[in-house]
């Protein structure tokens, strides 16, 4: 069975990457299995400069799910370039460094200096970040803002595909995929996590400090699937599906959806094996629907 994917020049041994936020710095995993198994990983969030986060309480389990107000903690561009990426660099996976900034400078910067190191395979931009400049909004929920700033990392992104990572909080996913388009991006990755909170009836207060948090889980992958759907019809980038995928069947109904390759996240905290796993049981699952390749069930759902 051929599980081989190619997303826009990012070379995959097989359609399953470890999401951003779930999967650290990807050494972390080494204790469960050979990294080498997977199509690759995205890195945790990266800024220019080390992040320490939001304060605790700033994680609990929801129904089918958990919700995060982790705050982007990380150790910044130049602790990642100079003591994880060497030893990346011995593993045989695709490593796509996720990104943000706090301002349209911000990102361009960190995307160049990305771009310019080696044993980094692709872009991946969260885009779900306040905007500073603009009162605290979301670069991702500003169509203008979107494209002002996918447009000024594609400038100087010379080397490598960048991914636009989109936020599900907006009126209509497929026009911020077609403005993605438009200013450059080479994919995309649907969905980045949904606006929730929780409430400790006892304490009388919501449960994270920061009040909201981010949905993830199996708990979204309905809503994941669809914007899926609504991004390939709209474009013609390469989509990474993302969205409380804990199966093997998760994995193929997403790539019938639209996507040519998915990210497993939130269940990596529950099974920390999970993605050589269900590597090893889609082949079974393909050959059961006929396909003799991944590539031939991607956006398969959609009729006409």
Sequence with gaps: ????????????????????????????????????????????????????????????????????AIGLQNIGLEKFATQKLPKL????????ANFFGETVEEYAELA???????????????????NVKKGGSAFGTDISVTEAVVKACRDVVKRKPLIVKLSPNVADIAEFARACQ????????????????????????????????????????PVALRMVWQ?????????????????????????????????VGTMNFVEPDIIPRLADELPALLAKLGASSVTELVGAAHLG
């Design 182 to 221: 438009a200013a450059g991006a080479d994919g995309l990755s649907v969905i980045n996590t949904l606006v929730g909170m929780a409430i400790d009836i006892r304490g009388r207060r919501p449960v994270l400090a920061n009040i909201t948090g981010g949905l993830s889980g199996p708990a979204i992958k």
């Design 89 to 96: 660099a011995k593993i045989n996976t695709a490593v796509i």
């Design 1 to 68: 069975m051929d599980l081989t994917v190619d997303f826009s020049g990012i070379k995959l041994k097989n359609p399953i990457v470890g999401a951003s936020g779930t999967f650290g710095y990807g050494l972390t995993f080494e204790k469960f299995y050979d990294l080498a198994l997977i199509g690759g990983f995205c890195t945790k969030g990266l800024s220019l400069k080390p992040r320490a986060g939001n304060p605790m309480p700033r994680i609990c389990e929801t129904p089918a799910g958990m919700l995060n």
């Design 231 to 263: 991004c390939y019809k709209a474009v013609k980038l390469p989509i990474f599906g993302i969205g409380g995928i804990a199966s093997a069947t998760d994995v193929v109904e997403f790539i019938m959806a639209g996507a040519t390759a998915v990210q």
């Design 112 to 130: 160049a200096r990305l771009d310019a190191l080696d044993g980094v395979h692709g872009l991946e931009m969260n885009i779900s970040c306040p």
